[in-house]
């Protein structure tokens, strides 16, 4: 059985349709995986039950010849999008007890395409955070060790650590996940496998639980650049409930995957060489530019002026916007209530036990930089800051194809290293916000192991709505980097 | 000019002098639509609590707003409607706050960027002339649910039938003067939202709601601090509140207070305006762009098409009213306030063959048939005698079959059984004698009988001269043709 974990999502999908293995049998092995890997703390909620009864009808129609681009293949779902009779947490207290009637556009679109549901993964409450160390549920565990250091548990990285975990531990053949500031690259990069961000606007919101509505957008983790390329076509498409989603056709994103980058220009931007980056770091990413170049890349160098000022903005415009999002959890209609003696004192209850720290913290930052007197000098700022980023960007594609450039300033951090410091914490999405910002898409990559062992990513950011030739410069970095290192914890399985 | 205005301005007399007040209204009208602004949920009144709400409106967790066009075209049509200035581009931003009966923890507003900018009201003066009153803008924006607090003895239940229905809030200068001019804007406003059909204007079921600002100034003197007097449901509550807020705010000034910038509420009960929260308590609302909403971009031309294809207006209407068909300003305003009214007298005056004459129409209608609806409390719709019967009776009036005084007791009876005036007029035999004949012989009969009083009106006592039509009319039952009458009793008094 073993070898079967071993295919990824293009392979699996191909031994299923070839009738080499049945779904059933794919779903079964990563059922029994998810049980030898429960340490990860991957998931929130394993749905065995569906999950086999989906294996079992996708079986029946692959049987036929029958059966859509996903059919049979087991995913996990961050535990942010909202999933119908099935306990949806974001993980958070105060979501307790919740149960959507209803399915979120995104997984709707992966089970009408054939995807098997084998549960919810793991994040930081409500997405806030870069570690998975601010769920209620406990911290997602990186599957990968510090050379010499078997004992020291890692963070997989944030918000969408659990769902990093389970597909580097191989607890999922692939998952969702969703990116505000970061939340897929930065763990994509954390453990080794591939993350993408598309453009804002690619996949609808609708069903996924709000944390900065500008900023949000769903995208897939996968083992490889054509995996997560397979999954994005299962996700993404124009959807009228959600007024911000794109109406564009939706291009078959594993075509031309291995066009190769003859021709491309990819720019490199001097700003994002920033003060006190480790030399691995930046070694890493200097070898990335010679890849893409030996290629046939043409590298460019770029100027994203206002980068320095992305880190900043973003902590403004995301707390803003959670703030006002948050404010629906108030014990009223659905999850956690805390009685008291009035209906504020409900609210202030309710509230105050049902958010932990880090989402406390960035309300109470939300509402600071919205109150009046503040908001010209904090939201309205910040506001402008980014439409020079964007702009910036916008600039530099005129000149390149693609940019490249670290996912993060470092590798993975033990549990519990950066949590007295927000600040610090925070910095972990310097490469990554400016692109959550401009709202473009970007894709991270792993291209190496850093001095303690552990995988280093590289990110690929491109033109709006171009997820396209962001993937097929992404498979090039790919294949040059030939990363194949697995976490220890693989090892025989 | 001047003298004459403040000779007829409303004044409160205070004890250091006239007091001017000085009001603006906000008026928020509940859109006519078939769902709400941002779901799919029926707008329907009166179904039962909780019937009518979906995800979006109870605010499940990652639900979106959807903007409702037609919604949006309810609005530009309101706009065209107040000559205002459409805004090709608008905003909806979020308006923060925690209450049980807002799910979202935030209204969905329109902020900086309304759709609809400057306009004006046209009010309609009782000396038949008008007055300008500004618009200083509509926007559009989501109502609350609502709290139920007399189900329970300590808890609130809440209703969410009403959460996310779209209101339009219209928002005048700060052009008005007196509580009556007031009552008239708010009239005009909802004549013109009916006549349009964005809004049914009814202000018991809550689909038209005021908020009033209030201050006090001497004349001539800059704008005084003004109080929000929030929710007033009732014209005559609006005229009440404002009157008892001025004496209120004149008080506390001339014993050298100074007002508070506050949000008040109007007790009717009492008729009083109470302290609801000081500027001090007011809520940071905390508005910023509704980040799940993209601008609201509107197509130029189809606010052309929206235009082309608004209604006659009753300002428009009111002049055709008073040039085709002579009536004056304040008949031509009175029968057009109400789509309905206006039709209806069309009705008549179109009927018949274009014999009726249109002011003895405007005569019926708003003397004999609005005094009739008024005392069996009825409406137009509800009337017993339909436009087509009124213009029958006309008829009979018109070419001589009945008298005036006959026709009004047809009337009556009309109102009363709902059959038509031909019929009634047959039955009871009301056929105005024009017999010269029969007339001369109830004449003679009159004069026998009282012979001495022939005596005194031929010795110089002309006054009687009505007695014998009195008695000769009496006698005919009413249905003798008086102008025959006339004409006879003169020739054989004169005899």
Redo the contacts between chains.
């Keep these: 059985m073993a070898g079967i974990l071993d295919l990824d999502l293009v392979a699996a999908r191909d031994a299923l349709r070839a009738r080499e293995i049945s779904s059933t049998e794919l779903t079964s092995a990563y059922l029994a995986r998810i049980e030898a890997t429960r340490d990860l703390n991957a998931y929130i909620t394993v749905t065995a039950d569906k999950a086999l009864a989906m294996a079992a009808a996708s079986d029946e129609k692959l049987e036929k010849g029958e059966g859509g681009p996903l059919e049979g293949l087991p995913i996990a779902v961050k535990d942010l ?2 999933t119908e009779g099935v306990p ?1 947490t ?1 993980a958070s207290h105060i ?1 307790d007890g ?1 149960e ?3 399915e ?1 556009t995104v997984t709707a679109k992966l089970w009408d395409a054939g995807a098997v549901m084998l549960g919810k993964t793991n994040l930081d409450e409500f997405a806030m955070g870069s570690s998975n160390e601010t769920s209620y549920y406990g911290p997602a565990v990186n599957p990968w060790r510090a050379t010499g250091d078997a004992d020291t548990r890692l963070v997989p990285g944030g918000s969408s650590g659990g769902s990093a975990a389970a597909v580097a531990g191989w607890a999922a053949l692939a998952a969702t996940g969703t990116d505000t500031g970061g939340s897929i690259r930065q763990p994509a990069g954390f453990t080794g496998i591939v993350g993408m961000r598309p453009s804002y606007g690619r996949c609808s ?6 944390f ?3 900023l949000d957008q769903a995208g897939p983790l996968a083992r490889t650049v054509a995996d997560a390329a397979l999954l994005l076509s299962g996700m993404a498409g124009h959807d ?5 989603s794109a109406p564009l056709p939706v291009p078959d994103f594993s075509a031309g995957l291995e066009d190769g980058v003859k021709g491309l220009r990819i720019g490199v931007p001097r700003e994002f060489r920033i003060d006190g980056m480790p030399a691995e770091i930046a070694a890493l990413w200097a070898q990335g530019v010679e890849w893409l170049k030996d290629a046939g890349a043409e590298i460019v160098d770029i100027s994203l002026p206002h980068t320095p000022y992305a880190l900043p903005t973003y902590y403004i415009i995301a707390p ?2 959670a ?2 999002n ?3 959890y ?1 014990g ?3 999850g956690l209530r805390v009685d008291g003696d009035s ?2 004192e409900m ?1 202030a209850n309710t509230r105050g036990e049902g958010f932990g720290a880090e989402v406390q913290r960035r309300i109470l930052t939300g ?1 600071y930089v ?3 007197g503040y ?1 010209d000098a904090y ?1 309205r700022k910040a506001q402008r800051v980014r439409t020079l980023i964007r702009r910036d960007y916008d600039q530099a594609f005129e000149k390149v194809d693609a940019i490249l450039a670290p996912t993060s300033p470092s590798d993975a951090f033990p549990i519990g290293a950066n949590e007295s410091d927000p600040v610090k914490m925070y910095l972990n999405d310097v490469f990554t916000v400016p692109l959550n910002l401009a709202g473009l898409p970007g894709i991270s990559v792993p291209a190496g192991l850093s001095a303690r062992g552990l995988p280093l990513g590289l990110q690929v950011m491109g033109p709006m709505f171009e997820e396209a030739k962001l993937l097929r410069v992404a498979r090039a970095l790919e294949r040059a980097a030939a990363f194949t290192a697995r976490p220890a914890m693989l090892e025989g399985v | 000019m001047a003298e004459q205005d403040s000779a007829q301005a409303y004044r409160i007399q205070g004890e250091t002098g006239a007091w001017e007040v000085v009001i603006g209204l906000e008026v928020h009208a509940q859109v006519v639509s078939k769902s709400k602004l941002f779901s799919g949920a029926s707008t329907t009144f009166g179904a039962e609590p909780n019937a009518q709400v979906s ?1 979006v409106d ?10 409702n066009r037609q919604c949006v075209e309810q609005a530009v049509r309101t706009g065209l409607a107040l000559e205002a200035r459409i805004n090709e581009v608008s905003v909806f931003d ?1 308006k ?1 706050y ?3 009966d807002l ?4 209204q969905i507003s329109q902020f900086q960027q309304p759709i609809v900018g400057e306009g004006v009201v046209h009010l309609d003066l009782e000396d038949g002339r008008t007055r300008a009153v500004g618009i200083e803008r509509l926007h559009l924006e989501q109502d609350a649910g609502k709290s139920l607090h007399d189900q329970h003895p300590s808890k ?1 239940y ?1 209703d969410l039938n009403r959460s996310g229905v779209a209101l339009m809030e219209i928002v005048s200068k700060p052009d008005l003067r007196s509580p009556e001019e007031t009552a008239a804007y708010i009239r005009k406003l909802r004549s013109i939202l009916r006549y349009i059909g964005t809004c049914d204007g009814n202000m018991q079921e809550g689909s038209m709601r005021c908020d009033v600002n209030v201050s006090v100034r001497k004349p001539g003197d800059g704008l005084g601090t003004r109080c929000e007097i929030k929710n007033v449901n009732s014209i005559r509550f609006v005229q009440q509140a404002i009157e008892y807020e001025a004496r209120r705010q004149i008080e506390i000034l001339e014993s050298g207070g100074s007002i508070d910038q506050e949000t008040r509420l109007f007790d009717a009960n009492r008729g009083e305006t109470r302290s609801m929260r000081s500027k001090e308590e007011a809520h ?1 609302y ?3 762009p509704d ?4 601008p609201l971009v509107l197509d130029p031309a189809r606010i052309a098409e929206l235009k082309a294809a608004l209604p006659e207006l009753p300002d428009a209407r009111k002049a055709r009213f008073a040039s085709e068909y002579g009536l004056s300003l304040y008949d031509a305003a009175t029968l057009t306030e109400e789509r309905a009214t206006a039709d209806w007298y069309e009705v008549v005056v179109k009927g018949g063959g274009g014999r009726r004459d249109p002011k003895i129409a405007a005569n019926w209608v708003t003397s004999e048939l609005f005094g009739a609806l008024n005392k069996a409390g009825l409406d137009l719709a509800d009337s017993p005698v339909s436009a087509d019967a009124l213009g029958g009776l006309m008829d009979l009036l018109g070419d001589g079959t009945i008298s005036g005084r006959i026709a009004k007791d047809v009337f009556a009876e009309m109102f009363e059984t709902g059959k038509d005036a031909a019929t009634i007029v047959e039955e009871k035999g009301l056929r105005q004698v024009s017999d010269t004949g029969a007339i001369e012989a109830i004449v003679d009969a009159v004069l026998a009988e009282n012979q001495d009083k022939v005596a005194e009106y031929r010795g110089g006592k002309d006054k009687l001269f009505g007695f014998f039509v009195g008695q000769t009319m009496k006698r005919s039952g009413g249905k003798a043709n008086p102008g025959m009458v006339n004409e006879l009793l003169k020739a054989k008094l004169a005899g």
């Design positions: 999008f909202c949806t974001a979501l919740f959507p009637t209803y979120s919101r609708w069903g996924i639980v709000a900065a509505s500008s009228p409930k959600d007024s911000t803003a916007e703030s006002s948050l404010a629906r108030d009223v209609r659905y209906l504020a609210y509402t919205l109150s009046a908001y939201y | 995800l109870a605010a499940m967790p990652g639900m979106l707003p959807v903007i979020r923060n925690f209450y049980a799910p979202q923890g935030y609130s809440i940071d905390r508005y910023f980040p799940d909403l993209l």
